[in-house]
């Protein structure tokens, strides 16, 4: 794996392997504007990735795994091009992860509802299924 200094590049077969994700989604990341690597070569076929192009990688992909939507993702690493002030860019992502924790305990308030429905059918056929082995002997 290459060296990760300010001046090292990358493939895409190289982040691809570093990262544990398929050349196509690093594609798609970048048709979705959250890379923008170097073109090289005959008709700039070939992607060359800087450390700054890691870096949003791998910030795409943690916030992918906090379950954040590629546009709030792409906010994020937008305040992260700004100025050296982090103050901006840590602001919104507390704030976007505010957001995504609102809606996974909505998530998990009904599924615990659903659970308990999932509880209550299940000792209502166990019933129905004793009765019915009582009945039969």
């Not at 398929?22 to 959250?34: C, S």
């Not at 949003?56 to 690493?77: Q, Y």
């Not at 050296?84 to 992502?93: G, K, W, Y």
């Amino acid at each position: 794996m290459p060296a990760q200094s300010s001046s090292a590049t990358y493939t895409i077969t190289d982040l691809a392997r570093e990262f544990d994700v398929t050349p196509r989604a690093i594609r798609f990341y970048e048709d979705q504007g959250l890379l923008s690597p170097e073109r090289q070569g005959p008709g700039g076929r070939k992607r060359v990735y800087n450390g700054r192009e890691r870096t949003r990688l791998k910030l795409t992909l943690r916030g992918k795994r906090l379950g954040l939507t590629l546009n709030e993702i792409k906010e994020i690493l937008d305040l992260y091009e700004s100025p050296r002030d982090t103050a901006p860019q840590l602001e919104r992502f507390l704030h976007a992860l505010a957001q995504h924790r609102e809606t996974l305990e909505r998530q998990m308030e009904d599924l615990q509802a659903q659970l308990a429905e999932i509880d209550a059918h299940e000792r209502q056929c166990r019933t129905l299924l004793a009765g019915r082995q009582e009945s039969a002997a």
